[in-house]
């Protein structure tokens, strides 16, 4: 059985593996992958109650996680003013993929999004990954435009590299 809850700081050792393990499997699979993230923005994103963790079994073994925010400005511009549920950093760890973590996920938002009033499940990545993107058009989201980023803005080094896929789903 698959659980989603809250992460807890004593889960951040993990996580980080978990994050340092799919920046492992993205620089194998493309040209573009995230960086090493601070531990410092997961313990603020886990003291904010933004970080989820899935986990599996009995013994609770984390076996994914993910954040979410609910304005993200940086990315989405004036769209950002419609109440919606952003996830970010969707991590599955290698011993489960193809458990449908994914739709584990979206059903968890959606019901997180209603108790809170949002209208959106939104997301990005990149747009060069098209069996990513189509994975998320299979899973419901609807495509809703491209993100580019100048050298100025002041972001992730990752989104410097490529455009972003935005995608979206009512609620």
């Not at 698959?2 to 978990?18: G, M, N, Q, R, Y």
């Not at 304005?71 to 950093?89: K, M, Q, S, V």
């Not at 993107?133 to 989104?159: A, K, T, W």
């Amino acid at each position: 059985m698959v659980h989603i809850e809250p992460s807890v700081i004593a889960d951040s050792e993990v996580i980080l593996k978990l994050y340092e393990s799919a920046i492992e499997y993205q620089k194998k699979k493309f040209h573009r992958h995230w960086y090493t993230f601070d531990p410092l923005l997961l313990a603020k994103e886990i003291r904010e109650n933004r970080h989820w963790k899935l986990t599996v079994g009995s013994e609770k073994k984390i076996a994914g996680c993910f954040s979410v925010t609910f304005d993200d400005f940086l990315i989405w511009g004036e769209r950002a003013h419609t109440p919606a549920l952003y996830l970010h950093r969707i991590v599955t760890a290698p011993d489960y993929h193809g458990m449908q973590f994914v739709r584990r996920i979206i059903d968890w938002a959606r019901d997180y999004g209603q108790m809170n009033k949002l209208k959106y499940i939104r997301l990005d990545t990149c747009q060069e990954n098209q069996k990513l993107n189509d994975y998320y058009i299979q899973h419901g989201f609807l495509p809703c435009g491209i993100r580019e980023f100048s050298m100025e803005e002041q972001v992730p080094r990752h989104y410097r590299e490529g455009a972003l896929s935005l995608f979206e789903m009512p609620i």
